[in-house]
């Protein structure tokens, strides 16, 4: 009867170390008592409190703890099984645990995938790998519900479907001698080992437990008395929970991270550096009397500080980004600065320059290929197939994870440059050989010329004769071999190795413990021979780039973080200091029921498994809410009223708590980024001052400066018109484009790019107009000869095209583009009919201009002259194009306004345009796109451009008055250029920003919040 009651024991989490004490008072745990846990991450808490629970008992070595998560405990239980049996070397009836191996989650999803891949079914499906991650959820279910699997459960298609995978799955792993992790519990039912092992198992944190788990559980405690005590979190409030609203998930996480911090800062006794920045309550009630207590004691201790999100994988990279602003640059006193130390928790930078405390954990990880190092690895692997992508090959020469990459970085940057100019889709590793042993330089003084890449060479020729038979893709290729996953691992290892991975700098410690990592991982592709056999070399990279896709990966750390970042699960059944539950609307919370797909739902909803229902995720989500409130000193639960345009309801889950009303967080960034670096800053400069030590004397303060050289007098400028377009547009584009020559690499693109496009419309306008000459021969020809006319414009076109990029006009493609052109320059020229008679008195001529003291060579696409006097400049367009940007005070367009100036109807420059105003009368874009062919033109009213009228074409009355404007506004455009005024000034940020290559340089986006030294030291 005592072991009856005893079975049924449910005590809080605090008689944890009661149960576990030993009736010798010389020892705080028996060998012979065993903890479970629902997850790892609890097992791992639990480990830590007893270490320093121990340690707080003045103990210098103690046994450890045996505290496993569920089924760490089951695989325990069968090395334990396997030992006793080779040290016993008796038979054993029945599963013999040495003969068997068990399946790993990756061995398990690759040989579903291989069974549903040749089933009649897999034929049909689009993710064979979601299907086989459904029926390892399915197994599960059924025999963690006690389910006999060759029943006749399979009432639906699908789950007939399945019930027949499950048979197949089922027979391979009888032949290979597998045993699948969710039969486990049932095979341990016979072993040997529980006796000699413990005598007290101590259930921590489970709401419930599978009915499998729970006949493991009584058969133990049946068959050998063994005491089963399970353990909840208590139950007695320990505090008044308060919720929150926010107008936004955004402001919500970021009051959250301001909140976490305020925490931190009280416990450490710190001073708060942004208090008086915030937009809202700094120190909201919640925390006053946490304050109070941690002011009376004498020293600070590390507190444990949990937020917890229920969607938390799908918002990982957001929460860690404002996360992360707002702990840069957080101050702390010595006292804190000294505890602080104690942790451990060191990061490394990536240039080894620093290192700061880590503050706080987000739980899960990021996906493991999502690393550089390993990203790297894989691009390395992928040069070895017959066509690499150009991104692969940039990938790679950028990657200082190859040996070499810090000597010649910028060389191989060069390399890339001139790869991209091949402007090919894929390339093979013996044409980038060839191309890399033709990339060499001539020394002036010997004249002798060397490889300016050579170390790269060397890698890539070895890997040529090694793996790919030197080029010949018949010869020794590594793409037409077949081997098994180990074999393949090897293989792997080696090809690394050349390459020089994980490169020639000293790694940090996350870098090290991902290549660790990737060694584990290598050594499970291994693992599976016996389920894929013999596969290719890209199929054996594919299921290692699955296995490291399906892994997430966490930089291990000496100690805990203070702050916890967990989702609902993780934070299961644990205490801490303080709580925020973000995230709480109806829509997420409770969590929707989804019912398995490969399962009778009414079977589900009957044994009431996980997510059968509504009704389970809505008790599931209060019981959850109920654990939570209970869960530490200080509670918030918290939510949004809106997700976008989507207006969001509290979840009625929390509705009952005291809401709370807090301030508009509305500019929270600017004034919490603003308010840290200044207070930063300030604190900073006090600490020096007060230690006697001039500011200046370490640190170089540089004073706002947006200029640079002045141009000499006359300097001829590269860039023509664009010049003066870029400074109208933003100074820095203009300075860092053409003095500094700043710009990123094209991205190849096979086929015809849309500049090309631009330019063969030029090309057709030119020779057809070389030809016609004005309005009046236009109008007189027939329609056949025009086509005639036109086609061949086009043809001879398209072949000088083809004559520079043959590979990019091969076949059909010459044949539609020669089309397209005749198709666009038709119905431009119909257009051309509608407007006044002209004719064509320059093409394409190309000029030098002088402005203020500059130089511009441009070029006129086309000057028409119109009546007796009137000139117009014409400038072809094939996008979109207004006339405002003629209106605006600086200039979008200014190639137009720049002839009318500068240019007389001839083509000669003027001296003083003043002298002669009446020559150009008229500018126009000529706008030939298809579906959207327009005249868009500004002219003095003494000139008529056509006879339509249309909003587009406007007759400006001053126009002398706008040619001065435009002169004046030029002038000073060019001015600014030649004086070197470059400051960060975009016109518009969408407009100018939205596709300009220069932000990484310029960093307009932190502009906004950036500080002046000299403003922080007053």
Same mark, same amino acid.
Not at 1 to 9: G, L, Q, T, V
Not at 138 to 147: D, E, K, P, Q, S
Not at 448 to 470: A, D, M, N, Q
Not at 918 to 939: L, P, R, S
């Given at each position: 009867?005592?072991?009856?009651?005893?079975?049924?024991?449910?005590?809080?989490?605090?008689? %944890?170390?009661?149960?576990?004490?030993?009736?010798?008072?010389?020892?705080?745990?028996?060998?012979?008592?065993?903890?479970?846990?629902?997850?790892?991450?609890?097992?791992?808490?639990?480990?830590?409190?007893?270490?320093?629970?121990?340690?707080?008992?003045?103990? !210098?070595?103690?046994?450890?703890?045996?505290?496993?998560? @569920?089924?760490?405990?089951?695989?325990?239980?069968?090395?334990?099984?396997?030992?006793?049996?080779?040290?016993?070397?008796?038979?054993?009836?029945?599963?013999?645990?040495?003969?068997?191996?068990?399946?790993?989650?990756?061995?398990?999803?690759?040989?579903?995938?291989?069974?549903?891949?040749?089933?009649?079914?897999?034929?049909?499906?689009?993710?064979?790998?979601?299907?086989?991650?459904?029926?390892?959820?399915?197994?599960?279910?059924?025999?963690?519900?006690?389910?006999?699997?060759?029943?006749?459960?399979?009432?639906?298609?699908?789950?007939?479907?399945?019930?027949?995978?499950?048979?197949?799955?089922?027979?391979?792993?009888?032949?290979?001698?597998?045993?699948?992790?969710?039969?486990?519990?049932?095979?341990?039912?016979?072993?040997?080992?529980?006796?000699?092992?413990?005598?007290?198992?101590?259930?921590?944190?489970?709401?419930?437990?599978?009915?499998?788990?729970?006949?493991?559980?009584? !058969?133990?405690?049946?068959?050998?008395?063994?005491? %089963?005590?399970?353990?909840?979190?208590?139950?007695?409030?320990?505090?008044?929970?308060?919720?929150?609203?926010?107008?936004?998930? +955004?402001?919500?996480?970021?009051?959250?991270?301001?909140?976490?911090?305020?925490?931190?800062?009280?416990?450490?006794?710190?001073?708060?550096?942004?208090?008086?920045?915030?937009?809202?309550?700094?120190?909201?009630?919640?925390?006053?009397?946490?304050?109070?207590?941690?002011?009376?004691?004498?020293?600070?201790?590390?507190?444990?500080?949990?937020?917890?999100?229920?969607?938390?994988?799908? =918002?990982? =990279?957001?929460?860690?980004?404002?996360?992360?602003?707002?702990?840069?640059?957080?101050?702390?006193?010595?006292?804190?600065?000294?505890?602080?130390?104690?942790?451990?928790?060191?990061?490394?930078?990536?240039?080894?320059?620093?290192?700061?405390?880590?503050?706080?954990?987000?739980?899960?990880?990021?996906?493991?290929?999502?690393?550089?190092?390993?990203?790297?690895?894989?691009?390395?692997?992928?040069?070895?197939?017959?066509?690499?992508?150009?991104?692969?090959?940039?990938?790679?020469?950028?990657?200082? $994870?190859?040996?070499?990459?810090?000597?010649?970085?910028? /060389?191989?940057?060069?390399?890339?440059?001139?790869?991209?100019?091949?402007?090919?889709?894929?390339?093979?590793?013996?044409?980038?050989?060839?191309?890399?042993?033709?990339?060499?330089?001539?020394?002036?003084?010997?004249?002798?010329? !060397?490889?300016?890449?050579?170390?790269?060479?060397?890698?890539?020729?070895?890997?040529?004769?090694?793996?790919?038979?030197?080029?010949?893709?018949?010869?020794?290729?590594?793409?037409?071999?077949?081997?098994?996953?180990?074999?393949?691992?090897?293989?792997?290892?080696?090809?690394?190795?050349?390459?020089?991975?994980?490169?020639?700098?000293?790694?940090?410690?996350?870098?090290?413990?991902?290549?660790?990592?990737?060694?584990?991982?290598?050594?499970?592709?291994?693992?599976?021979?016996?389920?894929?056999?013999?596969?290719?070399?890209?199929?054996?990279?594919?299921?290692?780039?699955? @296995?490291?896709?399906?892994?997430?990966?966490?930089?291990?750390?000496?100690?805990?973080?203070?702050?916890?970042?967990?989702?609902?699960?993780?934070? /299961?059944?644990?205490?801490?200091?303080?709580?925020? $539950?973000?995230?709480?609307?109806?829509?997420?919370?409770?969590?929707?029921?989804?019912?398995?797909?490969?399962?009778?739902?009414?079977?589900?909803?009957?044994?009431?498994?996980? !997510?059968?229902?509504?009704?389970?995720?809505?008790?599931?989500?209060?019981?959850?809410?109920?654990?939570?409130?209970?869960?530490?000193?200080?509670?918030? $639960?918290?939510?949004?009223?809106?997700?976008?345009?989507?207006?969001?309801?509290?979840?009625?889950?929390?509705?009952?708590?005291?809401?709370?009303?807090?301030?508009?967080? #509305?500019?929270?960034?600017?004034?919490?980024?603003?308010?840290?670096?200044?207070?930063?800053?300030?604190?900073?400069?006090?600490?020096?001052?007060?230690?006697?030590?001039?500011?200046?004397?370490?640190?170089?303060?540089?004073?706002?400066?947006?200029?640079?050289?002045?141009? #000499?007098?006359?300097?001829?400028?590269?860039?023509?018109?664009?010049?003066?377009?870029?400074?109208?547009?933003?100074?820095?584009?203009?300075?860092?484009?053409?003095?500094?020559?700043?710009?990123?690499?094209?991205?190849?693109?096979?086929?015809?790019?849309?500049?090309?496009?631009?330019?063969?419309?030029?090309?057709?306008?030119?020779?057809?107009?070389?030809?016609?000459?004005?309005? +009046?021969?236009?109008?007189?020809?027939?329609?056949?000869?025009?086509?005639?006319?036109?086609?061949?414009?086009?043809?001879?076109?398209?072949?000088?095209?083809?004559?520079?990029?043959?590979?990019?006009?091969?076949?059909?493609?010459?044949?539609?583009?020669?089309?397209? %052109?005749?198709?666009?320059?038709?119905?431009?020229?119909?257009?051309?009919?509608?407007?006044?008679?002209?004719?064509?008195?320059?093409?394409?001529?190309?000029?030098?201009?002088?402005?203020?003291?500059?130089?511009?060579?441009?070029? /006129?696409?086309?000057?028409?002259?119109?009546?007796?006097?009137?000139?117009?400049?014409?400038?072809?367009?094939?996008?979109?194009?207004?006339?405002?940007?003629?209106?605006?005070?600086?200039?979008?367009?200014?190639?137009?306004?720049?002839?009318?100036?500068?240019?007389?109807?001839?083509?000669?420059?003027?001296?003083?345009?003043?002298?002669?105003?009446?020559?150009?009368?008229?500018?126009? $874009?000529?706008?030939?796109?298809?579906?959207?062919?327009?005249?868009?033109?500004?002219?003095?009213?003494?000139?008529?451009?056509?006879?339509?009228?249309?909003?587009?074409?406007?007759?400006?009355?001053?126009?002398?008055?706008?040619?001065?404007?435009?002169?004046?506004?030029?002038?000073?455009?060019?001015? +600014?250029?030649?004086?070197?005024?470059?400051?960060?000034?975009?016109?518009? %940020?969408?407009?100018?920003?939205?596709?300009?290559?220069?932000?990484?340089?310029?960093?307009?986006?932190?502009?906004?919040?950036?500080?002046?030294?000299?403003?922080?030291?007053?």
């Amino acid at each position: 009867m005592e072991k009856e009651r005893n079975k049924s024991i449910k005590q809080p989490f605090s008689d %944890l170390w009661r149960y576990c004490s030993s009736s010798d008072q010389n020892s705080d745990i028996p060998s012979r008592t065993v903890v479970l846990t629902p997850n790892r991450r609890l097992a791992v808490g639990i480990n830590h409190e007893f270490d320093q629970h121990q340690m707080s008992k003045g103990a !210098h070595c103690w046994e450890s703890l045996q505290c496993w998560p @569920l089924t760490g405990w089951y695989e325990e239980a069968w090395l334990r099984w396997q030992q006793a049996v080779l040290v016993s070397a008796q038979e054993v009836q029945g599963i013999d645990p040495v003969d068997w191996a068990l399946l790993s989650p990756f061995q398990e999803q690759v040989l579903w995938e291989d069974i549903i891949r040749h089933s009649a079914e897999g034929e049909n499906l689009l993710r064979v790998n979601g299907s086989a991650k459904l029926a390892t959820g399915a197994y599960g279910l059924l025999r963690g519900w006690n389910i006999d699997v060759e029943g006749d459960w399979a009432n639906t298609t699908d789950c007939a479907v399945f019930a027949g995978w499950l048979r197949i799955f089922r027979e391979r792993c009888h032949s290979l001698g597998l045993i699948c992790s969710v039969d486990l519990p049932d095979v341990l039912l016979d072993a040997p080992v529980w006796s000699r092992w413990f005598d007290r198992l101590v259930l921590v944190g489970f709401d419930e437990v599978t009915p499998q788990a729970q006949r493991l559980l009584d !058969h133990l405690h049946h068959q050998f008395g063994t005491e %089963l005590i399970h353990l909840g979190q208590d139950k007695a409030d320990r505090c008044s929970p308060v919720r929150v609203e926010f107008e936004t998930p +955004e402001d919500e996480l970021l009051y959250c991270a301001s909140w976490a911090k305020t925490q931190l800062q009280v416990y450490l006794q710190a001073e708060l550096p942004i208090q008086a920045d915030l937009p809202i309550q700094a120190e909201p009630p919640i925390q006053t009397e946490l304050q109070g207590e941690r002011e009376q004691q004498k020293s600070p201790t590390m507190p444990n500080i949990a937020v917890v999100v229920p969607d938390l994988q799908d =918002r990982r =990279r957001e929460i860690e980004r404002v996360f992360r602003e707002c702990f840069d640059g957080l101050p702390f006193n010595d006292e804190s600065n000294e505890l602080l130390a104690q942790l451990g928790n060191v990061e490394d930078s990536d240039l080894g320059i620093e290192s700061t405390p880590n503050l706080f954990n987000i739980s899960g990880g990021e996906i493991f290929s999502s690393y550089a190092i390993i990203s790297s690895a894989f691009s390395f692997l992928d040069l070895l197939k017959q066509d690499v992508e150009m991104s692969t090959v940039s990938a790679c020469l950028g990657s200082p $994870f190859m040996a070499g990459g810090e000597i010649e970085y910028s /060389a191989r940057a060069q390399f890339d440059v001139m790869l991209r100019q091949l402007r090919r889709e894929a390339l093979f590793l013996g044409m980038v050989f060839n191309q890399s042993r033709s990339f060499v330089k001539v020394n002036e003084a010997t004249g002798e010329s !060397h490889l300016v890449v050579p170390r790269f060479t060397g890698i890539v020729k070895t890997v040529l004769e090694k793996w790919l038979g030197g080029g010949d893709i018949n010869v020794n290729n590594i793409n037409r071999q077949k081997k098994t996953p180990s074999q393949w691992s090897i293989v792997i290892e080696e090809v690394l190795q050349v390459f020089g991975w994980p490169g020639d700098r000293t790694l940090s410690s996350q870098e090290f413990q991902l290549v660790s990592k990737w060694h584990e991982l290598l050594a499970e592709l291994a693992s599976i021979d016996e389920v894929v056999g013999v596969v290719g070399f890209s199929t054996a990279i594919s299921l290692l780039r699955r @296995l490291c896709n399906d892994t997430r990966f966490q930089k291990e750390t000496k100690n805990q973080p203070p702050i916890q970042v967990l989702g609902v699960l993780e934070a /299961a059944a644990q205490n801490f200091d303080a709580l925020w $539950f973000a995230g709480l609307d109806s829509e997420t919370w409770p969590p929707s029921g989804y019912a398995h797909p490969f399962l009778p739902v009414e079977m589900q909803r009957r044994l009431n498994m996980p !997510h059968s229902s509504a009704q389970r995720e809505f008790d599931f989500a209060k019981i959850m809410t109920d654990r939570y409130r209970s869960a530490a000193e200080k509670v918030v $639960f918290s939510s949004a009223r809106w997700q976008g345009d989507n207006e969001l309801t509290v979840s009625s889950l929390i509705q009952p708590f005291p809401l709370d009303e807090y301030e508009n967080v #509305e500019d929270k960034i600017k004034g919490q980024i603003r308010g840290c670096t200044e207070n930063f800053k300030r604190r900073q400069w006090s600490h020096l001052r007060a230690a006697g030590i001039d500011r200046h004397r370490i640190v170089e303060v540089f004073e706002r400066d947006v200029r640079g050289p002045i141009l #000499e007098k006359n300097q001829s400028v590269v860039g023509g018109t664009w010049v003066l377009k870029a400074q109208a547009d933003c100074p820095f584009k203009a300075y860092a484009s053409i003095r500094l020559n700043a710009h990123s690499m094209d991205n190849p693109i096979f086929g015809i790019t849309a500049a090309e496009r631009g330019s063969s419309i030029h090309r057709v306008m030119e020779i057809f107009w070389t030809r016609c000459q004005s309005w +009046e021969k236009l109008n007189q020809l027939a329609a056949a000869e025009k086509t005639d006319w036109v086609t061949e414009a086009a043809a001879r076109t398209v072949a000088e095209q083809a004559g520079k990029t043959p590979e990019h006009m091969r076949g059909s493609v010459y044949e539609i583009e020669v089309r397209r %052109l005749v198709e666009t320059a038709e119905s431009w020229l119909a257009l051309e009919l509608q407007r006044t008679p002209f004719k064509v008195v320059a093409i394409e001529e190309k000029k030098q201009i002088k402005i203020s003291s500059i130089n511009l060579s441009t070029r /006129a696409d086309r000057i028409d002259r119109v009546g007796e006097d009137g000139y117009v400049v014409i400038d072809y367009k094939t996008a979109e194009v207004s006339t405002q940007t003629w209106r605006d005070e600086r200039l979008d367009e200014p190639q137009l306004p720049l002839y009318c100036v500068s240019v007389d109807a001839g083509g000669d420059q003027l001296s003083n345009q003043s002298s002669n105003p009446e020559i150009i009368q008229g500018v126009m $874009f000529a706008q030939i796109k298809n579906g959207k062919m327009a005249i868009k033109g500004q002219h003095s009213e003494a000139l008529t451009l056509t006879e339509k009228k249309s909003r587009d074409i406007v007759a400006d009355g001053e126009w002398d008055l706008t040619l001065s404007q435009w002169r004046d506004r030029l002038d000073s455009l060019a001015t +600014e250029f030649a004086q070197g005024y470059a400051e960060v000034l975009p016109k518009s %940020l969408v407009k100018s920003c939205r596709y300009c290559d220069l932000q990484p340089l310029c960093r307009v986006s932190e502009i906004e919040y950036a500080a002046d030294f000299s403003e922080v030291e007053s």
